[in-house]
T-cell receptor, first 116, second 116 residues
């Protein structure tokens, strides 16, 4: 089984619908992240969490919310989906002390979301 | 603010050719970390290498090598004797140490196509 698991892997939803993307990890990492990938733009950070009580906005948080239900679970919600939220979404985890960026992030398999 | 630029959006080579993927970064921090990730057609992100700003030694791993030059803010990636299995999108990423986490700033990616 993958260390970082995202569900669903693919989803088509209608404009205005609420949708939740889920992420769970078995790596025991405290830090979890949600990124979005768009062609030509690479990955951009939506939200990140250092632990269950510490959640922060990333570069492109508008239109999204998150919930850290446990150390191992971090969900991303689109309250009212719109077509320009069509993208590939990645969850990631990492470990390491708070003031260092040296540890690589481990990514889930991605969730391909299409909003029609 | 940090920025990563991968000017080559697509590269096409014939198998066994050498190919270099360029990465140029911008950061105000004196301590930072650079990464390369591979995204094969299946979509997952595979970690390839991490380099910190204090270590300018080039690194070689099999057919892969990385050339880090602080003077030109570049962290280029060379594949020697390319193979069809190297076909993927490659991302360069930066993490600044002052960040309170391992948040990554990605370049737009370079799609490498290796033809038989």
């Amino acid at each position: 089984d993958a260390d970082v698991t995202q569900t669903p892997r693919n989803r088509i939803t209608k404009t205005g619908k609420r949708i939740m993307l889920e992420c769970s990890q078995t790596k025991g990492h405290d830090r979890m992240y949600w990124y979005r990938q768009d062609p030509g733009l690479g990955l951009r950070l939506i939200y990140y969490s250092f632990d269950v009580k510490d959640i922060n906005k990333g570069e492109i948080s508008d239109g999204y919310s998150v919930s850290r239900q446990a150390q191992a679970k971090f969900s991303l919600s689109l309250e009212s989906a719109i077509p320009n939220q069509t993208a590939l979404y990645f969850c990631a985890t990492s470990d390491g002390p708070r003031d260092r960026g040296r540890t690589e992030a481990f990514f889930g398999q991605g969730t391909r979301l299409t909003v029609v | 603010a940090q920025k990563v630029t991968q000017a080559q959006t697509e590269i096409s080579v014939v198998e066994k050719e050498d190919v270099t993927l360029d990465c140029v970064y911008e950061t105000r921090d004196t301590t930072y970390y650079l990464f390369w990730y591979k995204q094969p057609p299946s979509g997952e992100l595979v970690f390839l290498i991490r380099r910190n700003s204090f270590d300018e030694q080039n690194e070689i791993s099999g057919r892969y090598s990385w050339n880090f030059q602080k003077s030109t803010s570049s962290f280029n990636f060379t594949i020697t004797a390319s193979q069809v299995v190297d076909s993927a999108v490659y991302f360069c990423a930066l993490s600044e140490a002052w960040n309170a986490g391992n948040m990554l700033t990605f370049g737009g990616g370079t799609r490498l196509m290796v033809k038989p």
